[in-house]
C-alpha cells in the first residue's frame, strides 16, 4: 500500500509505521518519505519532527500535485501538528494560484488532480 | 476602470499612506475569516473595536480574488470612516499583512456601489487597484512608486 492510497489512508493509521508491511507507508510522525521523494528532513527548518515530516510530504506533493481525498489528509494533519492549511481554492485570472490549489505551511501552490467537492 | 498592481515589498509607510489615499475614495472595507485556519487573540479585539462600523458578516465561497472549495469562509465588512480608518492603521504593518493568525484575511476595500477598489490577496502578496480616469491620475500622481504594474 503506497502513502497516497485513498482508500489506504487514515490520520490514524498514517501515524504508524511498519517497517515490515512495505517501505512506502509513511507518516508526519515517523519523519518519513514520499516514494520518489529526496526524503530529507533537511529543507524544512524550523520545525518539530511531526511538522518537519508533513512539511516535506506536502513539498513532494507539490511536484506530483494531489486529489481531493488527500488534500483532506493533509488539511487533516495539518491542524493536528499546527501548521497551516489553506484551501482548497483558486485565484482566478491572478498570476499566481489560477488553478485549485492548497498551502501546507510554506510549501505553495499544491495542485489539486481533477475535480475539487 | 483601469488596474493597478501594488508592488509586493510596500513599507509601511507606503502602507499607511495608501490607506489615507484609499479613505478618499472608497466607502467601506473587508476582510474574511477563514475557519480552516486558526484565529489568533488580536482578531477577536480588532472585530470588537470595528464592531460599530460593520455593515454585514456572511458566509462566503468566494470573495474578490479568490474562491474556496467545498468549504465556507465569514467574510465582514465594514463603512470606512477617519475612525475605521485609524483603527486599520493602528492593526497592521502592511497590507499583506492580513493573514491568520494575526490577522483576519484579504483587507480589501469597495466603491460606494460595492465594486472593488483594492483587491487583496495577502497570502499571495498579490494587491491591485481598480480605478476609473481620475482616481488612476490621482494614485499615480501622489503614489506612483506603490505601483509594479499594469494589469
Not at chain 2, 475605521?84 to 484579504?106: A, C, N, R
Request: include cysteine.
Amino acid at each position: 500500500m503506497s502513502y497516497y492510497d485513498d482508500d489506504g489512508l487514515s490520520p490514524k493509521n498514517a501515524q504508524t509505521y511498519d517497517a515490515g508491511t512495505g517501505g512506502n507507508n509513511v507518516s508526519p510522525a515517523t519523519g518519513g518519505s514520499l516514494p520518489g521523494s529526496r526524503g530529507g528532513l533537511n529543507g524544512s527548518r524550523g520545525f518539530d519532527p511531526n511538522q518537519r515530516a508533513l512539511v516535506d510530504l506536502a513539498k513532494s506533493a507539490q511536484r506530483t500535485g494531489v486529489t481531493p481525498n488527500q488534500s483532506a489528509t493533509l488539511n487533516q494533519w495539518a491542524n493536528e501538528y499546527n501548521i497551516p492549511f489553506r484551501g482548497p481554492e483558486v485565484h482566478p485570472g491572478r498570476p499566481q494560484g489560477q488553478y485549485p490549489h492548497i498551502h501546507v505551511g510554506p510549501v505553495d501552490h499544491i495542485k489539486i488532480k481533477g475535480d475539487c467537492p | 476602470v483601469r488596474t493597478l498592481a501594488i508592488k509586493k515589498d510596500l513599507s509601511t509607510n507606503e502602507y499607511k499612506a495608501l490607506l489615507v489615499c484609499l479613505a478618499k475614495i472608497a466607502t467601506s472595507f473587508t476582510f474574511v475569516i477563514r475557519p480552516e485556519i486558526k484565529s489568533g487573540p488580536r482578531i477577536k479585539s480588532l472585530i470588537e473595536r470595528l464592531n460599530d462600523f460593520l455593515i454585514a458578516e456572511q458566509e462566503v465561497d468566494q470573495w474578490p480574488g479568490t474562491q474556496l472549495f467545498g468549504r465556507t469562509a465569514k467574510l465582514f465588512k465594514f463603512k470606512l470612516t477617519e475612525q475605521s480608518k485609524e483603527i486599520l492603521l493602528v492593526s497592521s504593518k502592511g497590507l499583506f499583512d492580513w493573514i491568520q493568525p494575526e490577522l483576519p484575511e484579504d483587507l480589501s476595500f469597495l466603491y460606494q456601489d460595492d465594486q472593488n477598489c483594492l483587491t487583496n490577496i495577502a497570502h499571495e502578496k498579490d494587491a491591485w487597484l481598480s480605478l476609473n480616469s481620475d482616481e488612476y491620475n490621482l494614485v499615480l500622481k501622489e503614489f506612483s512608486e506603490l505601483i509594479i504594474r499594469n494589469n
